[in-house]
């Protein structure tokens, strides 16, 4: 396993969520990504972090709510996730960029398993 994400599960709308991320090796990019699936959807951009960190970019309908953090000692990046709504219910991935545009599935080589996250109303 390259990329294994974690700290998934079911919440009360409203609540907050962090998810984890561990590479290993040259999986652990200059820029990591998170992005998410929902039922009978297509997979979408959620977030990006560059190394530093300095620089992040999200989607519009996580904006405000969501934030995205790496550890480079630990490999690991984060996606801490406040104020949850239903519609966040999906499974989340988290990815590494190989190039292209940071919002585009395809950009991204490496993918971790995926972990639930459930919002109930």
């Known amino acids: 396993v390259q990329l294994q994400a974690s700290g998934g599960g079911l919440v009360q709308a409203g609540a907050s969520l962090r998810l984890s991320c561990t590479a290993s090796g040259r999986t652990f990019s200059s820029y990591m990504g998170w992005f998410r699936q929902a039922p009978g959807m297509e997979r979408e951009f959620v977030a990006a972090i560059n190394w530093s960190g300095v620089w992040t970019y999200y989607s519009d309908s996580v904006k405000g709510r969501f934030a995205i953090s790496r550890d480079n000692a630990k490999n690991t990046v984060y996606l801490q996730m406040n104020k949850l709504k239903p519609e966040d219910t999906a499974v989340y991935y988290c990815?590494?960029?190989?190039?292209?545009?940071?919002?585009?599935?395809?950009?991204?080589?490496?993918w971790g398993q995926g972990t639930q996250v459930t919002v109930s109303s």
């Open positions: 990815a590494s960029h190989v190039a292209g545009s940071y919002i585009v599935r395809a950009s991204y080589g490496y």
